[in-house]
């Protein structure tokens, strides 16, 4: 049997929330998103989409999956989930032009993870693992946590500043 | 889990009037990449209200001394009732922000992130019995260290609400 890695191969960064009620471009803000995962050059896909209509009001969770591929051995994963309660359409003027917008409250929460690995190449035997390991901790373990980590946050955060530019949110 | 010791508790700072909130913003994560912490925000909540906006704003800055140590900073920022206004300085119009602000730091010291020493038992033993006896002076030092941040950080804050009086 192969041994569990001492050097964790799924490097999950930590969880960034936004919650925000009040009026907005509920289809600006999703078109924004998925624009922003072509222009970094993520593999995007929208893996959950649900609609629950409790009248007056309505309620859905959209989850959207961006995958980038840093090296042959490296990945990166960036998983944003949507969630809005109270949901109402409503017709206002915004930013000059009359627009059908959404009233209501919304979560959105970004999370991510370098993967290590994710080819599996050695996972084959327990020599492999051993090698691995080795390697992760002394040999690149500074470009782990030091290159790779840091760039996946930063686009981590920068799509929370776009989303919070975007909502036009006081603190950004 | 990696072991986390409170050092500051609770050093809160409340200030009521005018102030600009995106220039607040700014200076918060300015003095973040300067004194060298990763600037990280868990929550950024808005709700917007009768009396005007209220914000909460969750932070966890965090600085890496050694592999070993690690110092966090657990902010959190309440902005209640916030309005914008226009104030008149130096006879230019200035848009600004009025409402209540409240401002609640705490202080941590995580020993051993990497969880390395956490495998067994055993290992997690070895590990206190060297941080609370062979390594005292190291944590001592670092403990002081994130204090120290802590109260910097509380200072530039009275400092930029202008509560130096």
Redesign the interface.
Known sequence: MVPEP?YETHRAM??????????FDFDGLFTMIARWFKEKKFWYEEHTYKHTLAAPFAEEEIGMTGEREVTTFVKFTIDVTMKLWNMKETTAVFKGEKKKLLTGRIEIKINGAVDIDYQKWFEKSKFWRIVADFYYRYIIKKTIEEKWEDDL?NLM?NL?SKI?NF?E???? | MPERTLIVDHLTLTYSGLFDLNAFYRYLMEWFSTNHFVPYEARNEELTTKNGKDIIIELLPYKKYTDHFKGIMKIEINFVGIKPVEVEKHETKVKLNKGFVKIVIDGYLETEYEKYWERRATLFFFKLLFDKLFFKRYTLMYENAIKQDVYKLYDALQHFFNLYK
């Open positions: 001492l930590p969880t960034l929330t936004i919650r925000y009620s009040g009026m946050f955060s929370h919070k909502l949110m006081g603190a950004r």
